[in-house]
């Protein structure tokens, strides 16, 4: 996958978008992962995490995505790049449904927890407990990244315009979330989705009915909060992951 080839207003084929692998057997886990990678990560990176999950007996669904969802300094990427990786998720959940798999979850990290936070609810219903290994306002997480708002900056973009393209993004309908449940990592010294920030997103999960925690983890940076969410995955969805499931 080759970082900053995307041109503003061009069509994506999903190759150029995201990859993703599958890992484990579907047949003899306990539950199927859907794993979305942190920005700008290789799955290769996250084995440490894959392995983990592996061996606490899930089956998982992993993906990375393109830089250029950024770099390229298009906004119109990241709903095109949700839509498909959304898309690709419904199709191999369907598979999995009619293989016998009944039990799915999801931990996303990063714009992976973005991405995630736009699955739930009626886009992808089977998706009804999973980590949102830290999450906020994607724009101000965004622009807190010195080399990616410089390049969005050159093309003429504004934090305030950021935000109007991407609200739909920022606030989904989640509809009903009735039984869901949900938990946010993160912690007071990430500097890019700090804690404090996380609040205002809750609030609409909560009103659609999802039970919905946050997890503080010890960390001094946005990097190293989600490697301590990677490293804890197995224990926190242990968190959400029904008992009778």
Request: proline fraction near 7%; aromatic fraction near 10%.
């Amino acid at each position: 996958m080759k970082p900053g080839f995307g041109v503003v207003g061009r069509v994506f084929r999903p190759e150029e978008l995201f990859q993703v692998g599958e890992f484990g057997i579907s047949a003899s886990a306990t539950a199927t992962i859907v794993f979305i990678c942190p920005y700008g990560t290789p799955i290769q990176k996250v084995r440490f995490a894959l392995r983990r999950l592996l061996r606490a007996g899930y089956h998982v669904v992993a993906y990375q995505t393109t830089t250029a969802v950024f770099t390229a300094a298009d906004p119109l990427i990241l709903p095109e790049l949700i839509a498909q990786v959304r898309a690709d998720i419904r199709a191999r959940i369907t598979r999995l449904a009619a293989a016998g798999v009944t039990d799915f979850g999801f931990f996303g990290s990063s714009l992976g927890s973005f991405i995630l936070y736009n699955c739930v609810g009626p886009n992808v219903p089977e998706l009804r407990w999973g980590v949102f290994n830290t999450g906020g306002n994607i724009a101000q997480g965004m622009w807190n990244m010195l080399d990616l708002r410089q390049l969005h900056v050159a093309r003429g973009w504004s934090l305030p315009r950021l935000e109007e393209a991407w609200a739909e993004l920022q606030w989904p309908d989640f509809g009903r979330l009735d039984g869901c449940r949900f938990v946010f990592v993160s912690s007071p010294r990430d500097d890019v989705a700090p804690l404090g920030n996380i609040a205002p997103y809750l609030g609409p999960m909560l009103a659609a009915g999802a039970e919905v925690s946050v997890r503080r983890v010890p960390a001094v940076s946005h990097r190293t909060t989600v490697i301590a969410g990677l490293w804890n995955a197995p224990r926190l969805i242990r968190m959400v992951r029904p008992a009778a499931a």
